[in-house]
């Protein structure tokens, strides 16, 4: 059964360091997503993107992320200088098409530890 | 207040037992969803309710949707210890390109 990748499963940085987070999304999926969960907390959503540019994101997407989908099977997440509450479990998910009907595909998410 | 408010925040029952939370959403949904995670891991689907149905099954699950209530229940029959996992719902609303509004989850402890 086709599922959504991520890498690496834990990334540890420090403070001030750039870090790229991996998805490869389902292949024929056309929307995409990112999502972190700081421990013990819900799910929030980042961003979505869409026909290779962002269609919504929250307020917590700011200057310091930015999305990219480089080569048409990979979806990545940067953060340009962490900071120690970026920690947290980052996912990405996918859905096949248009209909807000479509399930979401999550991955398994990047844990993000910055010290 | 939030979209998408799971209670009972934490649940602790006896193997065989059900279990049974619920969850309130604000806003109009295009359809709801429930996921599980186990402590540290992935969100793993559990199933999808359309905003025009109003109960679904899928093996020892039941989950129903009360859109004029703005609220969608999530029965577990016959617990099993595996069951032990944070469960949460997350919305879809009308007005958004398919985003998640996750609530915070019930916390569920099954207890062999």
């Known amino acids: 059964e086709p599922e959504v990748t991520q890498t690496p499963s834990h990334q540890v940085t420090q403070m001030g360091q750039e870090v790229i987070l991996r998805c490869v999304p389902i292949?024929?999926?056309?929307?995409f997503y990112w999502y972190r969960q700081i421990l013990g907390q819900k799910v929030e959503f980042l961003v979505s993107?869409?026909?290779?540019?962002?269609?919504?994101k929250s307020e917590i997407f700011d200057d310091q992320f930015s999305v990219e989908r480089p080569d048409g099977s990979n979806f990545t997440l940067k953060i340009r200088s962490t900071k120690l509450e970026d920690s947290a479990m980052y996912f990405c998910?996918?859905?096949?098409?248009?209909?807000?009907?479509?399930?979401?595909?999550f991955g398994p998410g990047t844990r993000l530890t910055v010290l | 207040s939030q979209q998408g408010e799971e209670d009972p925040q934490a649940l602790s029952i006896q193997e065989g037992e059900n279990a049974t939370m619920n969850c309130s959403y604000k806003?109009?949904?295009?359809?709801l969803q429930w996921y599980r995670q186990n402590s540290g891991r992935g969100l793993v689907h559990l199933i999808l309710i359309r905003s025009n149905e109003r109960e679904k099954h899928s093996g020892r699950l039941r989950v129903t949707l009360d859109t004029s209530k703005k609220s969608s229940s999530l029965l577990i029959t016959a617990s099993r210890a595996a069951d032990t996992a944070s469960y949460f719902c997350?919305?879809?609303?009308?007005?958004?390109?398919?985003?998640?509004?996750f609530g915070a989850g019930t916390q569920v402890v099954v207890t062999p």
């Open positions: 806003t109009s949904i295009n359809n």
């Open positions: 292949s024929n999926h056309l929307y």
């Open positions: 993107f869409y026909n290779n540019e962002i269609s919504e």
């Open positions: 998910a996918s859905r096949l098409g248009g209909g807000a009907y479509n399930e979401q595909f």
């Open positions: 997350a919305t879809v609303t009308t007005d958004s390109w398919g985003k998640f509004q």
